[in-house]
């Protein structure tokens, strides 16, 4: 049932935003797409940029003096850039469809699972605080954990979050909004 509710969805959106033209960061948060699907999109052109630039190589810059003020400005704005022109190539849109309804069905399900996957993905490093609220922020499939969530951060703000932590603190807000029920 799940299957085919995930596979509705998806036939729905790809009739309705076919393939065939790659679409950027900006085209698909000011276009017609469903919010919570946008918001997925959106993050997941932004990790995909993250892979390409740490496929540049950055790391392995050994005659250039990565700590120097000039360099260090210009690669910041080549990553600014590189998150701001991310876009979904032609051959990828209908997968990236695929895994946003999947997402979207199963948020509707178990949004405490899918604010968890939707702000850390499948990196389970820690996060900077900064990075979690702002895909915190975009999470739309269920605003009311969001929010609380959000509040939470707030109250009690670090440097950064791990997976396990992060985790911990969506269960714990989670089943206080549910007490009050």
Not at 126 to 148: E, K, V
Request: proline content about 4%; charged content about 30%; hydrophobic content about 40%.
């Amino acid at each position: 049932m799940l299957d085919s509710t995930i596979e509705a969805l998806y036939n729905e959106l790809a009739s309705r935003y076919p393939s065939g033209t790659h679409r950027g960061k900006h085209e698909i948060e000011a276009g017609e797409l469903p919010r919570s699907i946008s918001s997925f999109l959106v993050v997941r052109l932004e990790r995909k940029a993250q892979v390409e630039l740490r496929q540049l190589g950055f790391a392995r810059l050994k005659w250039t003096d990565v700590q120097n003020e000039n360099v260090q400005r210009h690669l910041d704005a080549l990553a600014h850039e590189a998150y701001e022109h991310a876009v979904v190539p032609d051959g990828e849109w209908d997968q990236c469809l695929q895994d946003a309804a999947r997402f979207s069905v199963g948020a509707a399900i178990d949004p405490r699972t899918a604010l968890v996957k939707f702000v850390f993905g499948d990196d389970e490093s820690a996060l900077p605080a900064d990075q979690l609220i702002s895909r915190l922020g975009r999470f739309d499939a269920h605003r009311p954990l969001r929010d609380a969530v959000a509040d939470s951060l707030e109250k009690r703000p670090d440097d950064s979050y791990s997976l396990e932590r992060f985790r911990s603190i969506v269960a714990k807000v989670d089943d206080l909004r549910a007490d009050g029920f």
